[in-house]
């Protein structure tokens, strides 16, 4: 299936600017050294990961069989509720 450059340049966009979501966050982790910081950074460098790990697909179809939608939905659902979890902490 071809992908077209708008998705590509969408994607690349989204990834880089979670990476400077995660930056951020790791930072004021770094400031701060609480179990709070410390659980939405842990989430949003799950966020962060899986955007990097799910670059390939884009220029190869042969990973789109290693994730489907579903393990998508898991992967962002377990990144919420580390940041969920951080987020009602004290």
Do not use: C, Q
């Not at 340049?9 to 004021?28: E, G, K, Q, S, Y």
């Not at 799910?54 to 940041?83: G, K, Q, R, T």
């Amino acid at each position: 299936m071809p992908i077209g450059i708008l998705n590509i340049v969408v994607r690349i966009a989204l990834v880089l600017l979670t990476a400077f979501l995660f930056v951020l966050v790791l930072l004021a982790y770094l400031r701060l050294k609480n179990r709070k910081m410390s659980l939405i950074s842990v989430g949003f460098g799950i966020f962060f990961a899986h955007a990097l790990v799910s670059i390939p697909e884009l220029f190869n179809s042969a990973y789109d069989i290693l994730f489907e939608d579903s393990i998508h939905l898991l992967i962002n659902l377990i990144a919420l509720v580390f940041i969920l979890l951080g987020t009602l902490k004290d």
